[in-house]
């Protein structure tokens, strides 16, 4: 099993950026995925999600209206658009592969994490 980010960097406030993460391993189309961020000396926060087939997307309301979230259970891989960068947003940007049924939790894995700077 393998979630691997990419597309981070550093960039300027005001630019934008999608980052992408490519799974491998299991059923990418069988769950969730989500995007999960951490700032320096901060806790991970969950800052989008979309469902199996991607009929549903959720947002942290601090990026609601900046961020979408996409998949593509063709390519196996979720996305994450990031318009109108902040440095608020400087982060490592995580996604997540979840499936659960009730309390049962068929998988939850986590990628490695990808460096995203906004600064001037």
């Known amino acids: 099993v393998e979630l691997v980010e990419s597309g981070g960097g550093l960039l300027q406030p005001g630019g934008s950026l999608r980052l992408s993460c490519a799974a491998s391993g299991f059923t990418f189309s069988g769950g969730d995925m989500s995007w999960h961020r951490q700032a320096p000396g901060k806790g991970r926060e969950l800052v989008a999600s979309?469902?199996?087939?991607?009929?549903?997307?959720n947002y942290a309301d601090s990026v609601k209206g900046r961020f979408t979230i996409s998949r593509d259970n063709r390519k196996n891989t979720v996305y994450l658009e990031i318009n109108n960068l902040k440095p608020e947003d400087t982060a490592v940007y995580y996604c997540?592969?979840?499936?659960?049924?009730?309390?049962?939790?068929?998988?939850?894995?986590w990628g490695q994490g990808t460096q995203v700077t906004v600064s001037s």
């Open positions: 979309i469902t199996s087939n991607g009929a549903r997307t």
């Open positions: 997540n592969a979840h499936r659960q049924s009730l309390n049962w939790v068929f998988y939850d894995y």
